[in-house]
C-alpha cells in the first residue's frame, strides 16, 4: 500500500499519490514552494530525482517563469498571480518619513511547516450532516511573509481510488494591522509544458452547458461570472488536453471545477515558454477583503485530476466524487423521485380543485412527488407581487396547504413547493417592512428584474428572517422537497458586507440551507437559477438534484444534457417530459423523444395531464414504469457518452450498472438525412463472456449477444422497426444478463 501523501527530507519533496495519478512540490533552500509535476502513474512507483534538472531553464525577467506553487504578486509581476495583498507601511518606515502614503503590495511567501491531518475541510463546505464525511489524509503546508507576520496555508485532500484532488487555502493576519486581500485563488494547478485545448460549458439563459472547444494560446484565457449565482454563461468546470490528443476514451486530460455559487473566475495562463497556469477562486474585478488582526479567512475548494482515459474517463472520475462525496444522501432513499409539477399546466392560475385534481392523475400515472411551483402564497398572482411572503395564500386554499398536502399523500406521493427566498417584489409586506433590506446603494435608483429585488445576504438579521420563515412553513406542514430558485443577477451590489458581499451572500445561502436540512431530516432540495445557472460542486452538496435548464425542448435538451454530463452526474440532473408543442420553441416533438431524453436524468412530468386524451395518459404510465426499472442503472451506474449531439448524427448514451450486469443504451438522433445510417456504437464496459438480453418498454425481446460482441461489433439494429437513420427518433433499451 503505497502513502497517500509522503514527505522525501532530504530533497524537501511533497509526494500526492492518487491510484493511478501524482501530484508533486518541493521547498527550495530559500523556502520558495515550486511545483514539480502533476500528472496520471506510468507504474506502480515513482521516485523522483535529481530535480534540479527539471527547473524551469528560462529565468529571465527575475524569476517570472517560475513554478511558483501558489504565485503571488510580489515574486510575480508580469504574469496573472493567486493572491495579492495590501500592507500599511510599517511603523518604522513612517518614522523615516519613506513614501508613507504608499501601501506595501508585495507579497512573498516561504515555507514554514506542514502537518497532515484527516479533519480540515474546505471553507462553506456542507454544514448539514446529511452526508457523513470520510476521514480523508489532507496536507496543510504553512507559508508566510518574508517581513509581514502575514500567513498562507495551501491544504491539499487526496481522495486516492477516485484520482481525486482537493485544495483549498486558508489566509491569516497575525500581524498588528489590517491587511487587505484583493485577489484570491483556491488554488493554482500547473499543467506540463505543451499545446493545450480546453473544454467547457458555455450559453445563455434556454441554452445552458453547451459545449465549447478552445485552443489556449500565449496569454490569459478568463473564464468569468458577475452575477451573483453560479452563472448561465459559463460554469466553473473545465476539461483539458494536449491539442489533437485525447478523446472520448483515450488520452491524457486533466479536469476542474469548483465549489463555490457565487461570482467566480478561471484564469487559464499561457506563458511565453508555453508553461500553462490555471488560477481557480473569486473573481477580482470587484473583489476585496479586510483580514482585521488575527482574523482567518478559508476559501472554498478547488477539485481537480487527470485521466488518462479521455474526457469520458474525466467525467467518471468526478461523477463518482460527486456521488459519494458531494450529493447529499436523502431519508427517501438513494434513488430520486419521478416528479411531477404543474408550472406548464397552471402558471399563476392555481386553485384548490386543479391542484387536487393534477394530483390524482399524477398518482395514476407513477408520480411519487407531486410540487407546486409558483403562485401558492399571499398576493401572488403574476410576477409582480408577493415575492417575500412566504405564508400560505388563504384566498387559494383557504385551510392552508394541510388538506391538499393529505390527499398526496393519501394517493402515495410526496408533497413539493417552489420557493425563491433571495428574492423580494417591492410589492411585498416584507418590502414595505424593510426597504433597506434589498441591495441597494443609498440614493440611487433601485433597478428591477422580472420586477424584483435581491435580499442583502451580507446581513445577519436578513438572513435570519428569511430562515425564520421558511422553518415555519416546514414546521406547519408535511413538505419534503423544495425547488429553490433565483430568478435574477445582481445589479448594483451595494451591501451591509461592502465588496464582500460576493462571498457573504453564498455564505447566506448556504447557512439557510443547512440549518434547514439538518432541523428537517426528510427535506430534500433542487437548485434552481432560471434554469441551469446555479450548478457547482457547492450547492449541490446541499442539493440533491439541479433543475437544468428552463427551456424544455427535448432536442434542445439533447446539447443541454451533453455539456451537463462532462462534470455532473446523472442523478443530478431534473429533466421534464411537457407538452407535444413545446411552450418556448414551439417545436412539435413526438411522445416518445421526449421521454427517452428526459429519462436520461431523473425523470420529472411538465404537461398538463389533465388535458391530455386517455391513451396518452397511458402511454406516460407504461413509460414511467419503464424509467423506474431502469432507474437504478441511469442514476446509480456508470455513464459512457459514446457520440454527442452537437457533432451531428446522434447524442448516444450508455449507462453500466456497478456489477456490469445491467446497461442501459440511449440514442437520441438530432441530426440524419435520408441514406445516411448511424453506426453501430460499440458498447463500453460490459462482462464480455455474459449473454445480456436485450428489451424495450414493451419488455419486447429484441435480441441476445455476448458482452465482447457488444463492444466489438457495436449495438446491433431492431429487425421490426430498422436502424434509426432518419428523422427525429430516439429509443431507450435495457440489456440484462441471462
Known sequence: MVDTITFDTGQRLFLLRTDRSFYAMRVLADGELVHVGFGALVATTLALNNLDHYEEPNYVWEKQGRRWEY????????????????????????????????????????????EISTSAEPGLAAQHGRNPATPKPVLCITLRDIGYNFLVRLNYRVTPELDIFERWVEVE????????????????????????????????????????????????????????????????????????????????TYFGMMAFSGNWSLRFDVLPTDAVRIHGGYEDSNFSMTLKPSQRHRTPAFIFGVAEDGTNGASRRLHAWMRRHV???????PLRPVLYNGWESVYFDISMDKQLQLARTAAAIGVELFCVDDGWFSGRRNDRAGLGDW????????????????????????????????????????????????????????????????????????????YTMLDSLLAENDITFFKWDMNRYVTEAGSAAGREIWYQHVQGLYDVMDRLLKKYPRLDIQSCSGGGGRVDAGILSRCLQAWTSDNTDAMDRVYIQDGFSLFYPPPAMESWVTHERNHQTGRVIELDVRFDVAMRGVLGIGTNIDAIPAEDLENYRRKIAFYKKIRHIVQGGELHRLAEGQNGGASVWQSVSPDRRESVYSVVVVQAMQGHHLPFYRLRNLIPDATYRLTDEWDHELGHFSGAQLMTLGMPGDQRHGHLTCSVRSRTVLLAVV
Not at 450529493?327 to 432513499?333: E, I, N
Request: charged content about 20%; overall charge neutral.
Open 327 to 333: 450529493l447529499p444522501q436523502s431519508a427517501h432513499g
Open 173 to 252: 493576519n497575525a500581524a498588528e494591522m489590517p491587511v487587505t486581500i484583493e485577489g484570491l485563488a483556491f488554488a493554482t494547478v500547473h499543467l506540463p509544458t505543451d499545446r493545450y485545448e480546453l473544454r467547457r460549458a458555455a450559453g445563455s439563459w434556454g441554452r445552458e452547458f453547451v459545449c465549447v472547444t478552445q485552443e489556449l494560446h500565449q496569454g490569459v484565457t478568463p473564464l468569468r461570472q458577475l452575477g451573483l449565482n453560479t452563472g448561465h454563461n459559463a460554469n466553473p468546470s473545465f476539461l483539458i488536453h494536449p491539442k489533437g490528443r485525447a478523446g472520448p476514451d483515450q488520452g491524457i
Open 391 to 466: 405564508t400560505v395564500d388563504r384566498d387559494i386554499f383557504p385551510q392552508g396547504l394541510a388538506p391538499l398536502i393529505a390527499e398526496v399523500r393519501r394517493l402515495g406521493m410526496r408533497f413539493g413547493l417552489w420557493v425563491e427566498p433571495e428574492m423580494v417584489n417591492p410589492d411585498s409586506h416584507l418590502y414595505r417592512a424593510h426597504p433597506d433590506w434589498v441591495l441597494h446603494f443609498p440614493g440611487r435608483p433601485r433597478i428591477q428584474t422580472r420586477h424584483q429585488l435581491i435580499l442583502d445576504f451580507g446581513r445577519s438579521d436578513v438572513v435570519d428572517a428569511i
Open 71 to 114: 504565485p503571488a504578486f510580489g515574486d510575480v509581476t508580469t504574469h496573472d498571480v493567486a493572491i495579492r495583498a495590501v500592507f500599511p507601511q510599517p511603523a518604522a518606515a513612517l518614522q523615516q518619513d519613506e513614501a508613507a502614503h504608499v501601501p506595501i503590495r508585495d507579497l512573498r511567501l516561504r515555507y514554514v511547516s506542514h
